[in-house]
T-cell receptor, first 116, second 116 residues
Framework: ETGVTQSPTHLIKTRGQQVTLRCSSQSGHNTVSWYQQALGQGPQFIFQYYREEENGRGNFPPRFSGLQFPNYSSELNVNALELDDSALYLC???????????????FGPGTRLTVL | AQKVTQAQTEISVVEKEDVTLDCVYETRDTTYYLFWYKQPPSGELVFLIRRNSFDEQNEISGRYSWNFQKSTSSFNFTITASQVVDSAVYFCALSEVLQAGTALIFGKGTTLSVSS
């Protein structure tokens, strides 16, 4: 069984640029969530994708957008990067059965984004 | 509002000591789930346990045990006979219902340092 993978591992961008982060779900999972973890803080929910549609969103501006593909992999796009976007971005996959909640989320190793 | 509070920012113990990590939560939901995750220095979040709000039985898994008390909205985590490998940041998380499935609301984490 392949776990959740993310690419790239590290990324350095400058303010105003755009970035795309990628995530491959664990085999058999159909839901992908993205979280932002600033230094010394807990992860904060950005959004979740299920059946290729956004299923819920946290308190993040529209310049944070995403996609889920038919193979359940996902992308997180951030436009007009700001210094405060510097963080560890975590992707988590899970298996959602019907509309039941509480499904365990399995996390990837994260992408460390630095905005200069 | 959904909220998780981990009042202990850092805890230092010597190997073989028992240690308890506290977690207090707030939720408006009648059905919810609580989680604990471990984040070692590598950065990847490792799932430890999920607890349904209707199941208040304590759980033990090897050296780990969890005490869920709905009356005090607490879900505490105890490590018995701690080891150096237990050194990590530990996060408590609460489920938040989405259109389908759930997002995780994390506390700020407790950094546990176990010395030999």
């Amino acid at each position: 069984e392949t776990g959740v993978t993310q690419s790239p591992t590290h990324l350095i961008k400058t303010r105003g640029q755009q970035v795309t982060l990628r995530c491959s779900s664990q085999s058999g999972h159909n839901t992908v969530s993205w979280y932002q973890q600033a230094l010394g803080q807990g992860p904060q929910f950005i959004f979740q994708y299920y059946r290729e549609e956004e299923n819920g969103r946290g308190n993040f501006p529209p310049r944070f957008s995403g996609l889920q593909f038919p193979n359940y992999s996902s992308e997180l796009n951030v436009n007009a990067l700001e210094l405060d976007d510097s963080a560890l971005y975590l992707c988590a996959s899970s298996l959602l059965k019907g509309l039941a909640g509480g499904n365990e989320q399995f996390f990837g190793p994260g992408t460390r984004l630095t905005v200069l | 509002a959904q909220k998780v509070t981990q009042a202990q920012t850092e805890i230092s113990v010597v190997e073989k000591e028992d240690v308890t990590l506290d977690c207090v939560y707030e939720t408006r939901d009648t059905t919810y789930y609580l989680f604990w995750y471990k984040q070692p220095p590598s950065g990847e979040l490792v799932f430890l346990i999920r607890r349904n709000s209707f199941d208040e039985q304590n759980e033990i898994s090897g050296r780990y045990s969890w005490n869920f008390q709905k009356s005090t909205s607490s879900f505490n985590f105890t490590i018995t006979a701690s080891q150096v490998v237990d050194s990590a940041v530990y996060f408590c998380a609460l489920s938040e219902v989405l259109q389908a499935g759930t997002a995780l609301i994390f506390g700020k984490g407790t950094t546990l340092s176990v010395s030999s």
